[in-house]
Nanobody, 121 residues
Framework: QGQLVESGGGLVQAGGSLRLSCAAS????????MGWFRQAPGKEREFVAS???????TYYADSVNGRFTISRDNKNTLYLQMNSLKPEDTAVYYC???????????????WGQGTQVTVSS
């Protein structure tokens, strides 16, 4: 059974940077799309970024394009580098994996437990 474990969240001032990590284990994810979602209080969980493990093609939500970078290494770890952070980026960030994609929550097969990111103004 696959497992995703996030780390790297925290409190940062507006304009700062954070890097989130997601360690994938328990199964082979090489044929999966991997991604990040976020959920702010009172809002629905929304897509942030995704990457195909095998092709490294990447996709970003318009709200983070140009500021966030998704990547992965060859040791089953997914990353989200977040630069120029804004208060509206404050949310719980979730790692996700889906065999048929991860750009919608309905496609996700595996979720991490989430990590809090708080951006102060």
């Amino acid at each position: 059974q696959g497992q995703l474990v996030e780390s790297g969240g925290g409190l940062v001032q507006a304009g700062g940077s954070l890097r989130l990590s997601c360690a994938a284990s328990g199964r082979t994810f090489s044929d999966y799309a991997m991604g990040w979602f976020r959920q702010a209080p009172g809002k629905e969980r929304e897509f942030v970024a995704s990457i195909r493990w095998s092709t490294i093609n990447t996709y970003y939500a318009d709200s983070v394009n140009g500021r966030f970078t998704i990547s992965r290494d060859n040791k089953n770890t997914l990353y989200l580098q977040m630069n120029s952070l804004k208060p509206e980026d404050t949310a719980v960030y979730y790692c996700a994996a889906g065999q048929w994609g991860v750009r919608r929550t309905s496609l996700v097969d595996y979720w991490g437990q989430g990590t809090q990111v708080t951006v102060s103004s």
